[in-house]
């Protein structure tokens, strides 16, 4: 099959979904396809239907109302697996496009065949093409992954993949699960697989990998240059442990040097910089400043000889442009006098659909408090300032009513607070290193939780002292970890609201475990 197109295959919603605390609501998931849509990436794995029902709603639910993308649902090589893979991608199926997927994985490496799978080789390929055969009863675009492919023997995946293409797979996915690889023998072995697979061109080679050694993206992209024609990766890199290969920088790679790869995607790389911002707040990962296309300095020249030459000429030291990838398009959106026809157009815009007008009315009386606090608000203020309104899912136990926080230099910090628990207002104070770690005790002192601060971060949602601080919070409790945010003016009250979110998450009992595999 000749193609020239690489096909964006975007696991946000599900490998991205297995970093700690990132599990997200289905209406976080809606958002987040919304706008993969509209970056235009070709397949979007919208989760693990058979992790937990609440995965098997969200991906039934993103299958209903994507369209321009194809909707896919990983599922172990088990009956039970696909079937509801296949079940959750039905929506997608009733659309003209037809564009569900199902993605269907087992271990090819020895080690997790004889120590985890516990069966032979005979009975991985038999279960393989099963697999297979039960998914195509669902959609004829059927994709076999097999795990911990970097660690497989080369024979071995050469059989199973003939025999998967024979039962009727349309994709091939070879994942390094680990992250073991690297770029030179990662190449070579799409490139030995491509050669001695029967059949080889009748389907996409796809490559997934995890970034271990740093080298995710170096390792995909040297798997394109090897004949890959699908590249599996997430927003903002994020996936289990160290990660997935990152979307932005695979696509800007084969962009900017469409000299080496001689090749294309159908991405709109000015979404890129609000897909990340998106894919940041709602998971609470933040990114890094350094980090490559969406950290806050990738473009910020400080050297002075830097700046005097991008002065005279843009190319001496840049070889993107930063509005190509979707910086400064944060739109000043609404201000003050902005009514409520126009708050629920621009959310529309957003992709935001609210779940009801109670919910509407709260995000813009929400947004009313904002605007009198902040003279100019952004499309990134409005997500985080409704993010509180997705959480139907969430449990409402806790809630902050008032919080009074004495911070003075030479003074131990002292916070007083009065929370609703569950409906009953209570009151408490406590003293802190600090008028955040006093707020957080205060609150320990009416909520008795036993959890685990694990981590708290702030940043600012947009630029200047005005800004709103966005708050994340990962708390544990018993094997549960969660992520809480929050995002205020005063970063004691966002941290106040981060932390009870959190709180409100533990509480929530829909709220799925980490589907780790
Ligand atoms: O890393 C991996 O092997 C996976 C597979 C399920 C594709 O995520
Ligand atoms: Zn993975």
Same mark, same amino acid.
């Given at each position: 099959?000749? @193609?020239?197109?690489?096909?964006?295959?975007?696991?946000?919603?599900?490998?991205?979904?297995?970093?700690?605390?990132?599990? &997200?609501?289905?209406?976080?998931?809606?958002?987040?396809?919304?706008?993969?849509e509209k970056l235009g990436v070709n397949v979007i794995e919208a989760g693990?239907?058979?992790?937990?029902?609440?995965?098997?709603?969200?991906?039934?639910?993103?299958?209903?109302?994507?369209?321009?993308?194809?909707?896919?649902?990983?599922?172990?090589?088990?009956?039970?697996?696909?079937?509801?893979?296949?079940?959750?991608?039905?929506?997608?199926?009733?659309? #003209?496009?037809?564009?569900?997927?199902?993605?269907?994985?087992?271990?090819?490496?020895?080690?997790?065949?004889?120590?985890?799978?516990?069966?032979?080789?005979?009975?991985?390929?038999?279960?393989?093409?099963?697999?297979?055969?039960?998914?195509?009863?669902?959609?004829?675009?059927?994709?076999?992954?097999?795990?911990?492919?970097?660690?497989?023997?080369?024979?071995?995946?050469?059989?199973?993949?003939?025999a998967v293409i024979e039962a009727g797979a349309t994709t091939i996915n070879v994942p390094d699960t680990v992250g073991y690889s690297i770029p030179e023998?990662?190449?070579?072995? &799409?490139?030995?697989?491509?050669?001695?697979?029967?059949?080889?061109?009748?389907?996409?080679?796809?490559?997934?990998?995890?970034?271990?050694?740093?080298?995710?993206?170096?390792?995909?992209?040297?798997?394109?240059?090897?004949?890959?024609?699908?590249?599996?990766?997430?927003?903002?890199?994020?996936?289990?442990?160290?990660?997935?290969?990152?979307?932005?920088?695979?696509?800007?790679?084969?962009?900017?040097?469409?000299?080496?790869?001689?090749?294309?995607?159908?991405?709109?790389?000015?979404?890129?910089?609000?897909?990340?911002?998106?894919?940041?707040?709602?998971?609470?990962?933040?990114?890094?400043?350094?980090?490559?296309?969406?950290?806050?300095?990738?473009?910020?020249?400080?050297?002075?000889?830097?700046?005097?030459?991008?002065?005279?000429?843009?190319?001496?030291?840049?070889?993107?442009?930063?509005?190509?990838?979707?910086?400064?398009?944060?739109?000043?959106?609404?201000?003050?006098?902005?009514?409520?026809?126009?708050?629920?157009?621009?959310?529309?815009?957003?992709?935001?659909?609210?779940?009801?007008?109670?919910?509407?009315?709260?995000?813009? #009386?929400?947004?009313?408090?904002?605007?009198?606090?902040?003279?100019?608000?952004?499309?990134?203020?409005?997500?985080?300032?409704?993010?509180?309104?997705?959480?139907?899912?969430?449990?409402?136990?806790?809630?902050?009513?008032?919080?009074?926080?004495?911070? @003075?230099?030479?003074?131990?910090?002292?916070?007083?607070?009065?929370?609703?628990?569950?409906?009953?207002?209570?009151?408490?104070?406590?003293?802190?290193?600090?008028?955040?770690?006093?707020?957080?005790?205060?609150?320990?002192?009416?909520?008795?939780?036993?959890?685990?601060?694990?981590?708290?971060?702030?940043?600012?949602?947009?630029?200047?002292?005005?800004?709103?601080?966005?708050?994340?919070?990962?708390?544990?409790?018993?094997?549960?970890?969660?992520?809480?945010?929050?995002?205020?003016?005063?970063?004691?009250?966002?941290?106040?609201?981060?932390?009870?979110?959190?709180?409100?998450?533990?509480?929530?009992?829909?709220?799925?475990?980490?589907?780790?595999?």
């Open positions: 099959m000749k @193609q020239d197109q690489v096909i964006i295959f975007d696991t946000t919603l599900r490998d991205g979904e297995q970093s700690p605390g990132a599990a &997200m609501t289905k209406e976080e998931k809606i958002r987040i396809a919304r706008q993969l693990f239907a058979a992790a937990s029902p609440g995965d098997f709603d969200a991906i039934q639910a993103v299958a209903g109302l994507i369209t321009k993308s194809t909707v896919c649902s990983l599922a172990r090589a088990s009956e039970n697996d696909v079937r509801r893979a296949g079940e959750a991608i039905t929506p997608a199926m009733q659309h #003209a496009e037809k564009n569900g997927r199902i993605h269907t994985f087992i271990a090819t490496s020895k080690i997790h065949m004889e120590n985890k799978l516990r069966m032979t080789e005979d009975q991985v390929v038999e279960r393989a093409v099963q697999a297979v055969k039960w998914a195509l009863e669902y959609t004829p675009d059927v994709e076999f992954s097999a795990e911990d492919a970097v660690r497989s023997e080369m024979d071995f995946l050469v059989r199973i993949f003939d023998p990662w190449g070579e072995r &799409m490139a030995t697989l491509i050669k001695r697979v029967k059949n080889a061109d009748k389907v996409v080679w796809s490559t997934h990998c995890h970034n271990d050694l740093g080298m995710a993206v170096a390792n995909s992209l040297s798997a394109v240059a090897n004949g890959a024609r699908q590249v599996e990766c997430t927003i903002n890199g994020l996936g289990e442990r160290a990660g997935n290969a990152s979307l932005e920088e695979v696509v800007m790679a084969i962009k900017t040097r469409q000299d080496y790869f001689n090749l294309t995607t159908r991405i709109d790389a000015t979404q890129i910089v609000p897909a990340s911002k998106l894919v940041s707040t709602i998971t609470g990962y933040p990114v890094q400043p350094n980090k490559a296309i969406v950290g806050a300095n990738a473009f910020a020249h400080e050297s002075g000889i830097h700046q005097d030459g991008v002065l005279k000429h843009r190319e001496t030291y840049e070889i993107m442009r930063a509005e190509d990838v979707g910086w400064n398009a944060n739109k000043l959106t609404l201000g003050k006098l902005s009514g409520r026809s126009a708050f629920r157009s621009r959310l529309k815009e957003l992709g935001i659909e609210l779940s009801s007008e109670d919910a509407l009315n709260t995000a813009f #009386a929400s947004f009313k408090t904002l605007a009198d606090k902040k003279s100019e608000i952004f499309d990134e203020d409005l997500h985080a300032l409704v993010s509180d309104e997705f959480v139907s899912e969430t449990s409402d136990h806790f809630k902050l009513v008032f919080l009074q926080v004495a911070s @003075q230099t030479g003074e131990v910090p002292h916070a007083v607070i009065t929370l609703s628990d569950d409906g009953v207002e209570k009151k408490a104070e406590a003293d802190g290193g600090g008028p955040v770690d006093a707020t957080f005790k205060a609150i320990e002192n009416i909520a008795n939780s036993g959890v685990e601060l694990q981590l708290y971060s702030v940043n600012n949602v947009t630029k200047g002292t005005d800004a709103q601080g966005e708050v994340t919070v990962r708390l544990s409790k018993g094997g549960r970890i969660v992520n809480g945010q929050g995002a205020d003016t005063d970063i004691v009250v966002a941290s106040a609201n981060a932390y009870l979110n959190g709180l409100n998450k533990l509480y929530t009992k829909s709220e799925k475990l980490n589907p780790q595999l």
